[in-house]
Nanobody, 121 residues
Framework: QVQLVESGGGLVQAGGSLRLSCEVSGTIFSSLHTSWYRQPPGKQRELVAVRFINGEGADYAESVKGRFTMWTDNTKNTVYLQMNSLNPEDTAVYYC??????????????WGQGTQVTVSS
């Protein structure tokens, strides 16, 4: 019943920016540990950013560190990923992920449908 819906992807030139959104429904938002993943064409899905469970901020993959920023808006049940200084290597389908931290469904893993990000050189 938990649903994650990504949006905000598109086509952008190298050096440009995009902001991705992930709207969450069907559960208590504060019970979730949220992350962003991406899957480049022909490659495995890889971790991009992981929100800190307690406090502000997130951890980032080395390839995006300093360029991407992840945060949540708890009033909107929405996870964001701001992507700056994009390069063609960032081209991928981007997915948000949520893992349940507590309750009867602790450990359950949920994924959005993905949103395409294409960066041209």
């Amino acid at each position: 019943q938990v649903q994650l819906v990504e949006s905000g992807g598109g086509l952008v030139q190298a050096g440009g920016s995009l902001r991705l959104s992930c709207e969450v429904s069907g559960t208590i938002f504060s019970s979730l540990h949220t992350s962003w993943y991406r899957q480049p064409p022909g490659k495995q899905r890889e971790l991009v950013a992981v929100r800190f469970i307690n406090g502000e901020g997130a951890d980032y993959a080395e390839s995006v560190k300093g360029r991407f920023t992840m945060w949540t808006d708890n009033t909107k049940n929405t996870v964001y990923l701001q992507m700056n200084s994009l390069n063609p290597e960032d081209t991928a389908v981007y997915y948000c992920n949520a893992r349940v931290l507590w309750g009867v469904n602790k450990g359950a893993d949920y994924w959005g449908q993905g949103t395409q990000v294409t960066v041209s050189s």
